[in-house]
T-cell receptor, first 113, second 109 residues
Framework: DTEVTQTPKHLVMGMTNKKSLKCEQH?????MYWYKQKAKKPPELMFV???????INESVPSRFSPECPNSSLLNLHLHALQPEDSALYLC????????????FGEGSWLTVV | AQRVTQPEKLLSVFKGAPVELKCNYS??????LFWYVQYSRQRLQLLLR??SRESIKGFTADLNKGETSFHLKKPFAQEEDSAMYYC???????????FGPGTRLSVLP
């Protein structure tokens, strides 16, 4: 299994809602990532988990809350989002040894209304 | 600051024509550079990395330290090569990647 699986593929939520994005990989990777991609822009790093511990937070607003329940799962909890948070959210994983190929999921399209 | 630039937002070529997607880097130390591709409705995926010197789907890229470039080339473009291409390098933390702005390649029939 060489895939990173993300659910849901599409999510529409109101500004007062609480929702979660989920990500799963079974490649034995110990680093997992959340990236945000706006239309016609490159992906931008949000968070990095290494061995299930948060190692990088790129000054992301607290309305985004990551969680890594185990080495295969990564969640992104969403609360009180703004319309400008609408984007494609990409999960990725890699072996946690220096610079390695990152494998991306197909992403979750989020629309905040 | 370390970064990569991709000067062309859009590149259109005819099928069978050569294609070159430009990437220039500003990088201290020994650069490790990658090309990622994003086909329509598909996930972002690694196309090639300079250290492996592989040719994937007919694409090659050579690191030119004198010109600080890592241009992606293919001698004969195919319609299925139409996609978004990102040049990327490892970020400050060593685990993350930083992507260039991207070039959309459109191969016309």
């Amino acid at each position: 299994d060489t895939e990173v699986t993300q659910t849901p593929k599409h999510l529409v939520m109101g500004m007062t809602n609480k929702k979660s994005l989920k990500c799963e990989q079974h490649m034995g990777h110990r680093a997992m990532y959340w990236y945000k991609q706006k239309a016609k822009k490159p992906p931008e790093l949000m968070f990095v988990y290494s061995y299930e511990k948060l190692s990088i937070n790129e000054s992301v607003p607290s309305r985004f809350s990551p969680e890594c329940p185990n080495s295969s799962l990564l969640n992104l909890h969403l609360h009180a989002l703004q319309p400008e948070d609408s984007a494609l959210y990409l999960c990725a994983s890699s072996q946690d040894r220096g610079v390695n190929t990152i494998y991306f999921g197909e992403g979750s399209w989020l629309t905040v209304v | 600051a370390q970064r990569v630039t991709q000067p062309e937002k859009l590149l259109s070529v005819f099928k069978g024509a050569p294609v070159e997607l430009k990437c220039n880097y500003s990088y201290s130390g020994s650069p490790e550079l990658f090309w990622y591709v994003q086909y329509s409705r598909q996930r972002l995926q690694l196309l090639l990395r300079h250290i492996s010197r592989e040719s994937i789907k007919g694409f090659t890229a050579d690191l030119n330290k004198g010109e600080t470039s890592f241009h992606l080339k293919k001698p004969f473009a195919q319609e299925e090569d139409s996609a978004m291409y990102y040049c990327a390098f490892p970020g400050n933390y060593g685990q993350n990647f930083v992507f260039g702005p991207g070039t959309r390649l459109s191969v016309l029939p």
